[in-house]
């Protein structure tokens, strides 16, 4: 079982950054992958970076968002710069067994998720 909390979200304007954390229980969450996915209002929710061995992204993020994960803290890590008004959405973290996926089906364990609100 792994449970993931997501922090780091809030207001920010249009051009800076905030660096989402989502922190992990489990022993072994180390073996798996994490993802980020996004969801704004009205909207499916979207898969935005993933980390297995290296970084995946979404076209829109590549470039400007950074996933990381810190093993020995139990946390994965987005960082988020040139921030956009679009990129407005909470924002969830979520972790899966499977080899790293676009797809939420393939992800087990979900966070609750944070506010990300970029204002232009």
């Known amino acids: 079982q792994v449970q993931l909390v997501e922090s780091g979200g809030g207001l920010v304007q249009a051009g800076g950054s905030l660096r989402l954390s989502c922190a992990a229980s489990?022993?072994?969450?180390?073996?798996?992958?994490v993802g980020w996915f996004r969801q704004a209002p009205g909207k499916e929710r979207e898969f935005v970076a993933a980390?297995?061995?290296?970084?995946y992204y979404s076209d829109s993020v590549k470039g400007r968002f950074t996933i990381s994960r810190d093993n020995p803290k139990n946390t994965v890590y987005l960082q988020m710069n040139s921030l956009k008004p679009e990129d407005t959405a909470v924002y969830y973290c979520?972790?899966?067994?499977?080899?790293?996926?676009?797809?939420?089906?393939?992800?087990?364990?979900w966070g609750q998720g944070t506010q990300v609100t970029v204002s232009s």
């Open positions: 979520a972790a899966g067994s499977t080899a790293w996926s676009t797809s939420k089906s393939q992800y087990q364990y």
């Open positions: 489990g022993r072994t969450f180390n073996t798996y992958n």
């Open positions: 980390i297995s061995r290296f970084g």
